[in-house]
């Protein structure tokens, strides 16, 4: 096999929470590959090549072959490279069909509340968000609160903690840019703890995400959608 | 350990197309199980203590430990009874990351449009549905173009053509309500020959999807969306 063939891409966008949790599950594994940065505006041939469904990142170029969707590619990783690094997924066939069901309540019932939240104006709508937001963020406070370990499923981040990993620098830029806090410490505490001790694992410090960078972003993107009404 | 407790248990709908997209994943697999139907105008204390996230069938009791959510319970099946009946995802790392991208594809890019026509009056909005249907149908019928293979990923009933098996008796049933052909054999070749041999795959006669009972039930769907506005 040719050595060029073998080398892993990885296509992202530096503000995508999507390729951070890409980078994050690569950390784990302990991957290494090349980081190609896409301008999303004028998209590269070869993204549109790999990517024709979505045109979007982040891929995952292995072999030469791509997988999209952040969520698979993690699962992929795991998989690819199931001899090296952490593990990903736990091997217990039902605690893996747990992990899958909690990144499919983080994509479905979780993360459209809480983006309602930050893109509405105060008022009615705004309040409805917050209250959906809440209800779900309890769900998985509670699950926090009762497996009582310092990740989802053990004690090293993993598949769960991977799909949810945006939140826990997302929400804070939101409450900043808001002006209002979603989740607290006394609201929400295993949450919070877990926010913090996911922040200062090793491969968030491997790859932190962009804060800085990020607020003026997500403060702009708010403010169009404001307008939009 | 108890006899009781080793029992599968499913609990289920007749209507529902994720509850039959379990049954058709035991019967690859042959395993054996309790069927329980649920009145979801009434549903039974087991059903939300066993599922209290989303209060929805399927829900599949494993060794009295429930599992929820149909795409996580058919990849669960297939890795809890590893060993035995036909294989549902492919062994190879890459494979089963297509087919969990293209399991994706179905929840969030084609079952969204598909179900936006059926439950719209004619017009603008129902052909804007028809078109981005059909644009998203087109994808899959390259993809079962370009395969070569009787089924998506070979030559017996994978992950993949159980995610999208409802469409292969929804949609001729959504054709015959609204009074319009979607997926033509002569703009999707390959897509009806599938469906066809999806219909006529062991899983789906073992548990046949009750047609003639389901549309006097999807007519009334539509005639009140249709209300709705």
């Given at each position: 096999m040719d050595h060029q063939e073998e080398k892993v891409k990885l296509f992202g966008m530096w503000a995508s929470p999507y390729v951070l949790k890409v980078k994050w599950a690569l950390s784990i594994k302990g991957v290494e590959y090349e980081y190609l940065e896409e301008d999303l505006r004028n998209k590269s041939d070869d993204l549109l090549e790999h990517?024709?469904?979505?045109?979007?990142?982040?891929v995952l170029l292995y072999h030469g072959k791509p997988v999209a969707e952040s969520d698979v590619i993690v699962e992929f990783v795991d998989e690819a490279w199931s001899?090296?690094?952490?593990?990903?997924?736990?091997?217990?066939p039902y605690e893996r069909a747990m992990a899958r069901f909690w990144v499919r309540f983080v994509h479905d019932k979780l993360s459209p509340p809480i983006w309602k939240w930050f893109t509405t104006a105060p008022g009615e709508d705004q309040e409805a968000a917050r209250g959906a937001s809440v209800e779900q963020l309890q769900v998985l406070e509670e699950l926090l609160a009762v497996g009582g370990k310092e990740f989802f499923a053990g004690e090293s981040v993993g598949l769960v903690d991977l799909s949810l990993g945006a939140m826990a620098y997302v929400v804070p830029m939101y409450e900043e840019i808001v002006?209002?806090?979603?989740?607290?410490e006394e609201r929400f505490p295993s949450l919070s703890a877990w926010m913090g001790r996911f922040l200062g694992s090793p491969p968030v410090k491997d790859h932190p995400p962009p804060v800085e960078r990020l607020i003026p972003r997500y403060r702009a993107m708010r403010e169009a959608f404001l307008k939009m009404g």
């Open positions: 990517n024709p469904v979505h045109k979007k990142v982040p001899h090296r690094g952490g593990r990903i997924l736990p091997g217990d002006g209002v806090r979603l989740v607290t």
